[in-house]
């Protein structure tokens, strides 16, 4: 299987891209291998099916919550699905996160982890992803402050790591 680099580029005013994919038909996917240097969180509102991250293959179902980290091969989501398939998907730019200050040492180590591929449960998974679908429905321009609206990044303690 042939690894293919992405070019990402962010949204016309933006600091990061936003893409939400709606499909019903398995011949819509494009199940790509690839890697880029952006952070991908994907965010699953509805279906089920296989997702292919690093070097690890597994069902994702409706509510799934993955964040992917930098330069990880990873391919869409939506192999072997049937029905309506929706994701959400988040890409920021590395760079743009300096959390280098004592209360984000969780963050910079959940973030540290990501570049193997984290799946997020319980609650967390459900309020970010309340946000993420707030954020397709928002214009551009009032995305950070919907993804302000979470409240206090702390948190993401409750995060699950499976």
């Known amino acids: 299987m042939k690894i293919e680099y992405e070019i ?3 949204d016309p005013g933006s600091s990061f ?8 038909r398995e011949s819509d996917f494009v199940w790509q291998f690839h890697y880029h240097p952006e952070l991908e969180l ?4 509805a279906g089920s099916g296989t997702r292919h991250v690093g070097n690890h ?3 994702y179902h409706q509510g799934d919550l993955v964040l992917i980290g930098s330069n990880l091969p990873h391919s869409g989501f939506g192999l072997n699905s049937s029905g309506l398939h929706e994701e959400i998907v988040l890409q920021v730019k590395p760079e743009i ?3 280098h200050f004592a209360e984000m040492t969780r963050v910079e180590a959940m973030l540290d982890r990501a570049k193997y591929g984290l799946s997020f449960s319980g609650t967390v998974k459900e309020e970010v992803g309340a946000v993420m679908k707030a954020m397709v429905h928002q214009p551009l321009s009032k995305n950070v402050a919907a993804a302000g609206d979470y409240g206090n990044i702390s948190e993401f ?3 699950h790591y499976s």
Request: proline share 8%; charged share 15%.
């Open 8 to 10: 990402v580029k962010a």
């Open 17 to 24: 891209r936003l893409l939400h994919h709606k499909m019903v």
């Open 42 to 45: 994907v965010f699953v509102p």
């Open 57 to 59: 293959l597994s069902t």
């Open 97 to 99: 996160l300096p959390l």
């Open 157 to 159: 303690r409750s995060v």
